[in-house]
């Protein structure tokens, strides 16, 4: 226990304070534990399964540290795309697609929905069920339970169904590899949306969306189904707007493809646009930037990750395992984003020219970007951090 009376100097004030902060966490990390555990039991999962989830969870500063980090670089949508729609992605969809040909195919007759669409999903989510997630599920939860996150309460359900979901015996406990906040599998579902939506495709008895790839896939389909997708109409299509164009844009702000045709809105390569179909325009980076035209099946790719970046991402991923072409307006940037591929070799060039980034994975953190500002200082580049072509370029990427 700490001692209050004791004088304290300010600065080992400020240690008491710190003290203060950090210690009764800890202490109370294992009793907090401990009520998830009965809880969990109270909600039915087993006494065995529920102790060993739960058994030596530790503080982690990782789970702790992504909960509360605010993005304080902003990310543009041409690296957001660059990154998750890259020509690896691309090829390794189209072969994966193949391999799980007879799969596709039947999720897309069973649930009406897009095997292109439930493809690029799988691709994004998990890069077709290569990426699983760093964090031990029941532990990361717990963390985010215990340390008072603004969202415990949430954190703490989740968790209660992810036990559930091992006790009935769907999935394994050493199948929990996930995100910081609980998403985990091929489909990166939450628990709770695991729960009201995985499905059984493959007919052995349980709801495997780690190990089953037709399990995993007739899940998104399902999720898709159940967020309004329908049969046999697209996402959108690229468009061109007319110069100077003020009219109105927003994808819950609908009108007849006429009203858009009489807006002066064409497809991108001319065609005209008409017909009673709701869509609404977004212009993903301002009017300087490519523009769609998109319906409601966008709107349930939107509901899978509520943001228009992501959407159009399996949009496009989607078009692109499809055999379609590129996004033909730019973005307006002269300097595009970069591939997995190139900011390996980013890392890799970081390296070698003195700008230490430790080994190179492809991610790039907050060392990474410390490193990109130091190459961009001495190349004479705004010193932002963001792993663009033009200091790629410098340092002798291709
Ligand atoms: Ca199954």
Redesign the pocket.
């Known amino acids: 226990m700490m001692n209050n009376r004791a004088p304290l100097t300010p600065c080992l004030l400020a240690l008491a304070f710190l003290a203060l902060a950090i210690w009764p966490a800890h202490a109370s990390l294992q009793s907090c534990v401990n009520g998830l555990k009965r809880a969990a039991i109270k909600a039915g999962v087993r006494a065995s399964i529920a102790n060993k989830a739960l058994a030596n969870v530790r503080y982690d500063e990782k789970t702790i540290r992504f909960s509360r980090s605010q993005p304080e670089n902003r990310t543009y949508i041409w690296d957001y795309m660059a990154f998750l729609v890259d020509t690896k992605r691309i090829s390794d969809g189209k072969a994966m697609m193949r391999k799980h040909n007879r799969t596709l195919r039947a999720v897309e007759k069973t649930y009406g929905v897009d095997r292109y669409i439930i493809a690029a999903l799988w691709g994004i989510e998990s890069d077709y069920g290569q990426f699983r997630g760093d964090f031990y599920t029941p532990h990361s939860l717990a963390n985010l339970v215990c340390s008072g996150n603004r969202r415990a309460k949430l954190f703490r359900r989740e968790l209660i169904i992810t036990l559930q979901l091992v006790s009935r015996g769907d999935i394994k406990l050493s199948d929990l590899k996930g995100s910081w906040a609980g998403a985990f599998g091929q489909t990166q579902f939450m628990p709770s949306t695991y729960k009201r939506l995985a499905v059984?495709?493959?007919?052995?008895g349980?709801?495997?969306l780690v190990n089953?790839v037709p399990?995993a896939l007739a899940s998104t389909a399902n999720f898709l189904r159940k967020a309004g997708w329908r049969t046999g109409q697209t996402w959108g299509y690229e468009v061109k707007i007319p110069k100077g164009y003020r009219g109105r844009s927003g994808r819950r702000r609908k009108a007849s493809l006429t009203t858009w045709g009489k807006r002066g809105i064409v497809k991108i390569k001319g065609g005209k646009v008409s017909g009673k179909r709701k869509a609404g325009l977004i212009l993903p980076a301002g009017k300087n930037g490519p523009a769609f035209l998109v319906f409601r099946n966008f709107d349930a790719l939107y509901s899978y990750n509520v943001a228009i970046s992501y959407a159009l991402s399996i949009s496009h991923l989607s078009d692109r395992l499809r055999g379609r072409k590129h996004i033909i307006k730019a973005w307006p940037t002269n300097d595009p984003g970069l591939s997995r591929t190139q900011r390996l070799k980013l890392q890799k060039l970081l390296n070698k020219h003195g700008f230490n980034v430790g080994e190179a994975d492809g991610r790039i953190g907050p060392i990474t970007r410390k490193a990109i500002k130091q190459a961009q200082r001495k190349h004479g580049l705004k010193a932002d951090g963001r792993p663009g072509t033009r200091i790629y370029r410098k340092l002798g990427g291709r």
């Open positions: 059984d495709f493959d007919r052995n349980r709801r495997d089953s399990d």
